[in-house]
């Protein structure tokens, strides 16, 4: 069964960057979209971002575009969500999740395969 583990979290100051991995394993990422989440305290759960299985296809909310990039390594079985100019209302935990593809889109509409999350705060 595929297991995901995201990475990368910690304490930052507004303007600073972070750089979030959701590496997997059990299976392979080659025929899995990919989805970034995150739910803030008292709020609903959010989507931040996606990719294809090949990479070619992402998108952003946004009010993250221009500031998050997401990318895959499928040699290394990782997804990243490079995470710039971070403000105070990208606080939340952040979870990868995963959906097997046919065709290369973004997110499939199921996500089968979700990780624990990974804290980030931004605070001065």
């Known amino acids: 069964q595929l297991q995901l583990v995201e990475s990368g979290g910690g304490l930052v100051q507004p303007g600073g960057s972070l750089r979030l991995s959701c590496a997997a394993s059990g299976s392979t990422l080659d025929n899995y979209g990919i989805g970034w989440f995150r739910q803030a305290p008292g709020k609903e759960r959010e989507g931040v971002s996606c990719?294809?299985?090949?990479?070619?296809?992402?998108n952003y909310r946004d009010s993250v575009k221009g500031r998050f990039t997401i990318s895959r390594d499928n040699a290394k079985n990782t997804v990243y969500l490079q995470m710039n100019s971070l403000k105070p209302e990208d606080t939340a935990v952040y979870y990868c999740?995963?959906?097997?593809?046919?065709?290369?889109?973004?997110?499939?509409?199921?996500?089968?395969?979700w990780g624990q999350g990974t804290q980030v705060t931004v605070s001065p």
């Open positions: 999740a995963a959906g097997y593809s046919v065709q290369d889109v973004c997110v499939p509409k199921t996500l089968d395969y």
């Open positions: 990719i294809s299985p090949s990479g070619g296809r992402t």
